[in-house]
């Protein structure tokens, strides 16, 4: 039977935002250009990226994690492209799936490109994630804006980043365009770039342009690439010292917890909000050409 009507909602973590689109069955066809479209923030409905909520047991991605996790975020950047994790977008996942009575508050797993994700819901209205470990190729990286270069920390949080430390977040400008960064093969999927400043001890401000969205108001993923490179800038790593360590990091939209464990394991503290639901006539996904 043909639909003619499909529920959205938006939600945002630290005003990193999304649309949420409820597809249990897996029959919804986000093509590229359909998550482009919602994106819009002029054509569509607008956001940073799309969450779309599958059974696990329905998606060919994350089938072999139903015994775990019963919902994969399929996650899209509003280009269209698809990324292994979205760090604000799990807590908004997560946020979704209580408001839907899918999962009540307390502990929940949710399956994701880069593994299954165990989250918190806090009566606080707070969500915790555990991120898992970061990775740390050796290699040094330059990013560059404009006529500016920085070398940058090569940190993977199941997607990839390079984190530069730079005196002001001015001087990046108004990142329109994607930093440029060397060796390209470094990230040869392309990179999320962040910026970052000292505000205090263990807390950092920081800009991000991200892969496939441009300049977005926050980045979960890559605000623990940040307390990441900056715990280790700082000498604190958790494996050397015995002791877990939190940083404070602000970003556009709001404030993350970053807390690294003696194990290397991450966990993400932040806030994820609904906002709205609607619904839209699932043929307008269809038209290879915005009206
Ligand atoms: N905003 C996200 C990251 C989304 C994916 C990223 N743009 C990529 O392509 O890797 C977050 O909160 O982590």
């Known amino acids: 039977m043909t639909q003619t009507s499909l529920s959205f909602l938006k939600g945002h973590g630290t005003e990193n935002d999304f649309v949420i689109v409820p597809d249990p069955d897996n029959a919804v066809e986000l093509t590229p250009a359909a998550v482009a479209r919602l994106c819009d923030r002029r054509a569509g409905i607008g956001a940073d990226g799309v969450l779309h909520v599958v059974r696990s047991a329905a998606h060919p991605e994350a089938a072999h994690m139903a015994g775990e996790a019963e919902w994969f975020m399929d996650y899209r950047n509003s280009d269209g492209s698809v990324a292994e994790m979205c760090g604000n977008g799990v807590r908004v996942f997560a946020r979704y799936l209580e408001h839907a009575g ?8 949710v399956a994701t490109r880069g593994g299954v994700k165990h989250v918190h819901l806090d009566k606080s209205g707070d969500v915790t994630v555990s991120m898992g470990r970061a990775a740390l190729p050796d290699e040094q990286v ?19 980043h390079a984190v530069a430390f730079v005196e002001s977040l001015d001087h990046a400008g108004k990142l329109l365009e994607a930093p440029r960064y060397s060796p390209a093969e470094a990230y040869p999927a392309g990179v999320n770039v962040e910026f970052v400043v000292d505000r205090g001890p263990r807390h950092v401000a920081m800009r991000v342009h991200e892969r496939g969205s441009g300049e977005t108001r926050s980045c979960g993923t890559g605000a623990c690439a940040v307390a990441v490179a900056a715990i280790r800038r700082d000498g604190l790593d958790p494996a050397a010292t015995g002791a877990p360590v939190t940083y404070t990091v602000d970003l556009p939209g709001g404030t ?33 050409a915005f009206a």
């Open 102 to 109: 899918h999962a009540e508050p307390g502990d929940l797993a």
């Open 142 to 160: 330059t990013v560059v804006v404009g006529d500016r270069a920085w070398p940058a920390r090569n940190v993977n949080m199941g997607n990839p």
């Open 256 to 288: 993350l917890y970053i807390t690294e464990h003696p194990d290397g394991r991450i966990d993400m503290t932040g806030p994820a909000v609904i906002v709205a639901a609607g619904e839209f006539d699932p043929s307008w996904l269809k038209e290879t």
